[in-house]
Structures are given as C-alpha cells and as structure tokens.
C-alpha cells in the first residue's frame, strides 16, 4: 500500500478527497458540523495545492444551484453542507439528480430543528431519499476518504449519471481524529480520470435547451430513466469497490458490508457509526454464546434489497436500527428492509428509532436491544411497527402506554 | 465601431421561429434583439419564468443557444457556476441570466445579490413584464401601484421595488435600464454589457398584452410611452456613474396609462399622483446624474 499516513478528521478526509479527486468548482456556505470541510477546501485552492474555482455563495440552494451550473459547462463539481442547509438545498437537489449530472456531496448528518441540534441524526439525509441521488453512509474516516473518490467514478459512469452524496456522521466522524491513509495523486488520477460529460453539457458548438417544458406525453420515461440508473448503480457500485481493492488494497464493503452473518440466528441491520457499535456488539454478544451478525447497509441508494434478502434468509429475526424517524410508520431502514424480504421470508423485523439529535448510542445499548428484540421474537411479542429506544424512564412509560 | 440598426439586421440572433409565446410579447421581441447582439458563443440560463415556456417544450426548442433552464430562485447562482466552469476550461463565454421580474426582483433577489457581490463575469437580464405573467397575473415587487392584478383585484397600492438601483448598490460594473419600444439602445446596452468584465445587469421593460390587457400590435408603442412620460427612464450606470440615455420631451403620463386595461380603475386623480411620482423620480435621477459617482 502507497500513500501516506496521517491522523485526521472525517471532514479533512473529506476535503482531502476533493482535492485528490481534482474538483473543479467548489460552491459553499458553511454549516456546522461540516464547515471545516470548506475551510479546509478554501486553504488547498489559496495555497495553491488545489486547481479549482471556490465560489463562495450566499446560501446553500445557491451552493447546489452553482455545482449544477458548474457540472452543467463540463467540470467536476463537490459541495458539502448538512442539516438545514440540505433542507434549504432540497429543490435543487431533485434539479441536479433530474438534470443527471454527477455532482459530489458531503453530508455531515445532523439532526435538524426545531429546537436547534448540532448533533448527530440521519434525519437531514433521509428527507433527501427520493431525490434520485446516490447515498452512501460511512463509518470510518477512510472510508470517508474512499468512498468519495469511488463514488465520482460510479456517478460519473455512463450507466449511471447521477449525483451522491456521502453521508458521515456529525461530530462522531467528523470531528474526531483517526488514521487515514492518503493515497498519491498519481494513483487516483490512474483510478480517477478526469470528468468528461458523455451526455450533454452546455456547449456553444452543440447549442442544446436542457429542462424546458415536458408534456404528461415525455416526463415519465425521463424519471423511469433515472430509476433504471440508480439499479443499475448498485452493479456499477460493486465494481468500483473492486478496482479500487485492487488498487489501493483497502474494502470497506460494496452496498452493504457483512460481519460474521453465515451462521447468525439474528442479524443487526444498521447505518454509519452505529454500525461500528454494532460490530463491537456482535463480538460481545457472541462471546456470551448468542449467534448474532452485522448487515451494514453502506448504500442507502440504491437500496441493497437482493443483499438484505440473502442476508436474512434461514435467519432467525432482524434488528433494524435507525437514526431518524418516518413519523408514525418506522424508520427509513426499517421500512426499506422489511419491503426487501415482503413476499419472501416470513420473519420477525424489530426496528428501533434510538440515537436522534446526537443521542448517544453505545455498543450496550445495541446488546440491549439484540436482546430485548430476541426476548420479543422467541415470545411472539414483535407487535408494533417500531419501537422507541433510550427514551428517558418517564417518556418510555409514556410509549409504552401509547398505542400505535 | 459603433453599431447600427443594419449590424443588427445582418445577425442571426438565437430566437428560432415557431415559439410558444403569446402574440406581442415583450420578452421575446427583448431576447430577440439582445440575443442578436450576444451572438452564438452565449450560454443562457433560465429561472422558471415565462420564457420556461417561451422556448416551447420538449423535445423542441426555440432558441439556438445552449439554454439550461433552473428552478425560481437559482439563475444567478447556476449562471455563477457555469461561468466558473468555463474559467477553468479557459472559455470565454458569455454567460446570461435571462429571468422575468419574480425570478430577479423577488424569489432570485438573495442568489442575484450574491453573484453580485461576489463580481460573478456574467449578465444578468430581467425582463420586466412588471407581474408573475406566467402563473397567470399575480402582483410582483416590480408591479407598479394601481396596477389590477389577480392577486391585487382592487389595484396595488405599494411602490414597486427600485430594483436597478439596488443592483447597483453592490457596486456592480454595470447596471443599465432599457425598453423594448427603444431597440436601439436597448442593443447598445448589450454590446456595452458584452465588453465589460464582471457583473452586468439589464432592466427590461418588456410590455404583456395579456397581462397589462391592451391590444397587441401595441407593445412597441406602450414600450416608448413608458419611457416617453418617464414611467420608465433609460439610463445606465457605469463604474459608479449615472448617465440618462434618453431624454424625451415628457409626454402626460395619461397616454400611458389608458392604453393598458391593468389600470382602468385608475381616477384623474390618481393618474395625477402617480406623475407627481414619476416626475420627481426623473428628477431624482437627473440630480444623481450630476454626481461623478452615485456608488
């Protein structure tokens, strides 16, 4: 393995990737926990370490609105935000993946207001779900790195031509320091060549109107288009893993990323650092005899149904956990793995919303609720769609009162 | 050189035939004469506005320029992107914001402002046609008072924002206003706009039948009487200095007025209140035409 050794945060990793990926334009407004991604951008482009164009904007939907522009006229693109200013970015957000360009985000989750929370939860990136971007949650600082440089080559595939976002978790990686290999520029240009739009951009010599007026007669082969190019992500996404395994020798997982699953009674379904937690979980756990696995689901989008599926199957029960919450019906996760084994398998899904506005959720705490789904399973008692997680004593007595 | 009306015959301009606008639109006759003095090498970009429709729907198009169109509030920002994109490739390009007066004076104010401060190299153009015409008639900031619109059915009763001024209040290379009933300086403003490096912004006052409810051979004629009874003044700021381009000996306001069913319920009275305004805004502007620099 090349590169060099370094310890650094999530967000100097993500900001390291940009440069190593030779983004062209950079558009940002800063928002915590993700603004030293853009401080550390700003230092590369004035120093001279990095070529690019930084524009900075005056808010966030300006932020995507100038990466779309940008990624339009030709250029790799990269912005990072988290929280409101996703929320603010949303409409541009669908522009951008409707508009098909390959343009790279950083999202450093957080939970989003009111009140104000700086804290960590998925709840910004999960009202991005349906935009048509490409989501991949992380949950080391290398894999923050790594991830954003295989994820410019499968956006910018020709399959595939849509943009993502990499999803890191606020404070827990993105402030926190951990050893990261950096690889050298030439490798990643070797991996990495420059962008070149195989579809459209905005070119005086082949004048073209892009996103005027479509009837009820076009508009609805366009958005099967764009289902049909997050499919076949998931194949294009497997593949990138292996070349850069090849390359650089490092493998983080494709889609999902399974940790000692063949002879799991249970598994433990989850995102980002929580399935750090719940990796550490499963060793204690099997160290006290219960067959317990971890099915990390990296890409959110596509969703890793046929993984999850096969995962699950001879499986006694599943425990899915989630950093955000669909209001009234479940997690984002949970309803997702349970849409992947209907028909399929008959098996017992508990779901647990835990970990919200920085909540924090240990390695005992998924024990916890391996064992308290496990209890539930063997006693036929899974009777609701979800379950709440680490509320305080009085708010618990409260849900448990509730009906659903 | 200085340019002629037969220079601007000669272009081509990137306003095809066969478009989906109303009979006598301002805006299109607008792109039709800045687009012939911007030339081919041009990228436009497009909040949604009339011209969303104007350029007809997929998969045609009636412009022949690289068109890419954006959501309301992001023309000034997307247009940043591109120009910056194209300073990495080392392309000279013109890049031009083409929005209505929704996309620019009210939801484009926060992304215009800042490409503005931030000395974006593009030309942002409003054509004004002082309503949300495309919605189907709703009142705007650009919406002069009195005005009927759907939203406003007894007639507006606020001012309309001054919206060339507060462009060039960022202190912006150029700023220029212009009307289609003057074709002449409206295209010098362009090629000006084309010369200049950094942010430049054109005020349209492009005239809607539907909207302003007149009839429609007469957009031209309502386009000179806007500027002929100072309702609208020609005038262009350059690094800082006001300069009147047109001074028209006045017309009463009243011939502007009635032409347009926006504002019938409009009394004598109210007509004269409205050219009390006017005139001391013409004033306004002659006294900061005296000063070297306004900004």
């Given at each position: 393995?090349?590169?060099?050794?370094?310890?650094i945060?999530?967000?100097?990793?993500?900001?390291?990737?940009?440069k190593?990926a030779?983004?062209k334009?950079?558009?940002?407004?800063?928002?915590?926990?993700?603004?030293?991604?853009?401080?550390?951008?700003?230092?590369?482009?004035?120093s001279?370490?990095?070529?690019?164009?930084?524009?900075r904007?005056?808010?966030?939907?300006?932020?995507?609105?100038?990466a779309i522009?940008?990624?339009?006229?030709?250029?790799?693109?990269?912005?990072?935000?988290?929280?409101?200013?996703?929320?603010?970015?949303?409409?541009?957000?669908?522009?951008?993946?409707?508009?098909r360009?390959?343009?790279?985000?950083?999202?450093v989750?957080?939970?989003?207001?009111?009140?104000?929370?700086?804290?960590?939860?998925?709840?910004?990136?999960?009202?991005?779900r349906?935009?048509?971007?490409?989501?991949?949650?992380?949950?080391?600082?290398?894999?923050?790195?790594?991830?954003?440089?295989?994820?410019?080559?499968?956006?910018?595939?020709?399959?595939?031509?849509?943009?993502?976002?990499?999803?890191?978790?606020?404070?827990?990686?993105?402030?926190?320091?951990?050893?990261?290999?950096i690889?050298?520029?030439?490798?990643v240009?070797?991996?990495?060549p420059?962008y070149?739009?195989?579809h459209?951009?905005?070119?005086?010599?082949?004048?073209?109107t892009?996103?005027?007026?479509?009837?009820?007669?076009?508009?609805?082969?366009?958005?099967?288009?764009m289902?049909?190019?997050?499919r076949?992500?998931?194949?294009?996404?497997?593949?990138v893993v292996?070349?850069?395994?090849?390359r650089?020798?490092?493998?983080?997982?494709?889609?999902?990323?399974?940790?000692?699953?063949?002879?799991?009674?249970?598994?433990?379904?989850?995102?980002g650092?929580?399935?750090?937690?719940?990796?550490?979980?499963?060793?204690?756990?099997?160290?006290?005899?219960?067959?317990?696995?971890?099915?990390?689901?990296?890409?959110?989008?596509?969703?890793?149904?046929?993984?999850?599926?096969?995962?699950?199957?001879?499986?006694?029960g599943?425990?899915?956990?989630?950093?955000?919450?669909?209001f009234?019906?479940?997690?984002?996760?949970?309803?997702?793995v349970?849409?992947?084994?209907?028909?399929?398998?008959?098996?017992?899904i508990?779901?647990?919303?835990?970990?919200?506005?920085g909540?924090?959720?240990?390695?005992?705490?998924?024990e916890?609720?391996?064992?308290?789904?496990?209890?539930?399973?063997?006693s036929?008692?899974?009777?609701r769609?979800?379950?709440?997680?680490k509320?305080?004593?009085?708010?618990?007595?409260?849900?448990?009162?509730?009906?659903? | 050189?200085?340019?002629?009306?037969?220079?601007?015959?000669?272009?081509?301009?990137?306003?095809?035939?066969?478009?989906?606008?109303?009979?006598?639109?301002?805006?299109?006759?607008?792109?039709?004469?800045?687009?012939?003095?911007?030339?081919?090498?041009?990228?436009?970009v497009?909040?949604?506005?009339?011209f969303?429709?104007?350029?007809?729907?997929f998969?045609?198009?009636?412009?022949?320029?690289?068109?890419?169109?954006?959501a309301?509030?992001?023309?000034?920002?997307?247009?940043?992107?591109?120009?910056?994109?194209?300073k990495?490739?080392?392309?000279e390009?013109?890049?031009v914001?083409?929005?209505g007066?929704?996309?620019t004076?009210?939801?484009?104010?926060?992304?215009l402002?800042?490409?503005?401060?931030?000395?974006?190299?593009?030309?942002y153009?409003?054509?004004d046609?002082?309503a949300?015409?495309?919605?189907?008639?709703?009142?705007?900031?650009?919406?002069?008072?009195?005005?009927?619109?759907?939203?406003?059915?007894?007639?507006k009763?606020?001012?309309?924002?001054d919206?060339?001024l507060?462009?060039?209040?960022?202190?912006?290379p150029?700023v220029?206003?212009?009307?289609?009933?003057?074709?002449?300086d409206?295209?010098?403003?362009?090629?000006k706009?084309?010369?200049?490096?950094?942010?430049k912004?054109?005020?349209i006052f492009?005239?809607?039948?539907?909207?302003?409810?007149?009839?429609?051979?007469?957009?031209?004629?309502?386009?000179?009487?806007a500027?002929d009874?100072?309702?609208?003044?020609?005038?262009?700021?350059e690094?800082g200095?006001?300069?009147?381009?047109?001074?028209?000996?006045?017309?009463?306001l009243k011939?502007?007025?009635?032409?347009?069913?926006?504002?019938?319920?409009m009394?004598?009275?109210?007509?004269?209140e409205?050219?009390?305004m006017?005139?001391?805004?013409?004033?306004?502007?002659?006294?900061l035409?005296?000063?070297?620099?306004?900004?």
């Amino acid at each position: 393995m090349g590169g060099t050794w370094e310890i650094i945060t999530g967000n100097h990793a993500a900001a390291i990737a940009a440069k190593l990926a030779r983004v062209k334009v950079v558009p940002a407004y800063p928002i915590t926990p993700q603004t030293t991604i853009v401080e550390y951008i700003a230092s590369f482009i004035e120093s001279g370490q990095m070529d690019a164009e930084y524009i900075r904007v005056e808010s966030e939907h300006s932020a995507m609105a100038a990466a779309i522009g940008a990624s339009a006229a030709g250029v790799r693109a990269f912005t990072a935000t988290a929280s409101q200013g996703l929320l603010l970015m949303h409409e541009v957000v669908h522009w951008a993946a409707g508009s098909r360009l390959p343009i790279g985000m950083a999202v450093v989750n957080r939970a989003v207001g009111p009140p104000w929370n700086i804290h960590v939860d998925h709840q910004d990136s999960m009202s991005q779900r349906d935009t048509g971007w490409l989501q991949m949650y992380v949950s080391s600082n290398q894999e923050v790195l790594d991830t954003i440089l295989m994820m410019f080559k499968v956006a910018e595939s020709p399959e595939v031509l849509l943009p993502f976002m990499v999803c890191l978790d606020g404070f827990v990686l993105s402030h926190t320091y951990m050893p990261v290999n950096i690889p050298d520029q030439e490798e990643v240009d070797e991996f990495l060549p420059p962008y070149k739009p195989p579809h459209w951009s905005l070119d005086p010599e082949n004048p073209i109107t892009f996103g005027n007026l479509a009837l009820p007669d076009e508009y609805q082969e366009m958005r099967w288009s764009m289902d049909m190019a997050m499919r076949r992500a998931h194949d294009v996404i497997e593949r990138v893993v292996e070349e850069f395994r090849e390359r650089f020798g490092r493998y983080h997982g494709g889609v999902v990323w399974e940790y000692k699953l063949e002879d799991a009674d249970y598994v433990v379904i989850a995102m980002g650092t929580l399935a750090s937690e719940a990796e550490v979980a499963v060793d204690e756990l099997r160290d006290r005899g219960v067959r317990v696995g971890l099915l990390k689901v990296r890409s959110f989008r596509p969703f890793p149904h046929k993984e999850v599926l096969k995962a699950l199957e001879d499986k006694r029960g599943a425990i899915v956990i989630d950093r955000s919450i669909a209001f009234s019906s479940g997690g984002p996760l949970g309803i997702e793995v349970k849409a992947s084994i209907y028909n399929q398998l008959d098996l017992p899904i508990v779901n647990f919303i835990t970990g919200l506005g920085g909540r924090d959720v240990t390695y005992q705490d998924v024990e916890q609720m391996v064992r308290e789904s496990m209890d539930r399973i063997l006693s036929d008692r899974v009777d609701r769609p979800y379950y709440w997680f680490k509320l305080k004593p009085e708010f618990e007595k409260a849900e448990i009162r509730e009906g659903y | 050189m200085p340019l002629t009306i037969y220079d601007l015959m000669k272009e081509k301009g990137s306003y095809l035939p066969g478009s989906a606008a109303c009979p006598g639109c301002g805006a299109t006759l607008a792109f039709r004469i800045a687009s012939r003095v911007l030339g081919p090498n041009t990228v436009y970009v497009v909040p949604a506005s009339c011209f969303s429709v104007i350029q007809s729907p997929f998969p045609k198009s009636a412009v022949g320029a690289p068109l890419y169109n954006i959501a309301f509030p992001a023309a000034a920002a997307t247009a940043s992107g591109v120009w910056r994109a194209f300073k990495t490739l080392n392309k000279e390009v013109n890049v031009v914001v083409w929005a209505g007066d929704g996309g620019t004076v009210d939801i484009g104010l926060q992304a215009l402002s800042g490409a503005a401060e931030r000395g974006e190299n593009i030309i942002y153009v409003c054509y004004d046609n002082e309503a949300y015409m495309n919605t189907g008639i709703q009142r705007s900031g650009a919406t002069p008072p009195y005005a009927l619109t759907k939203t406003t059915p007894t007639g507006k009763r606020e001012p309309s924002k001054d919206m060339p001024l507060i462009v060039a209040a960022h202190r912006v290379p150029y700023v220029a206003t212009a009307s289609v009933g003057y074709p002449f300086d409206l295209a010098k403003k362009f090629e000006k706009a084309k010369r200049i490096k950094g942010f430049k912004y054109i005020h349209i006052f492009s005239p809607c039948p539907p909207g302003w409810d007149y009839p429609v051979e007469k957009t031209a004629e309502i386009g000179k009487l806007a500027v002929d009874t100072y309702f609208w003044p020609l005038y262009e700021i350059e690094n800082g200095k006001l300069k009147i381009t047109l001074k028209p000996r006045r017309k009463p306001l009243k011939e502007f007025i009635r032409l347009q069913g926006r504002f019938r319920k409009m009394s004598d009275e109210e007509i004269a209140e409205l050219e009390k305004m006017v005139v001391e805004r013409w004033k306004f502007l002659e006294h900061l035409e005296k000063s070297e620099r306004i900004f």
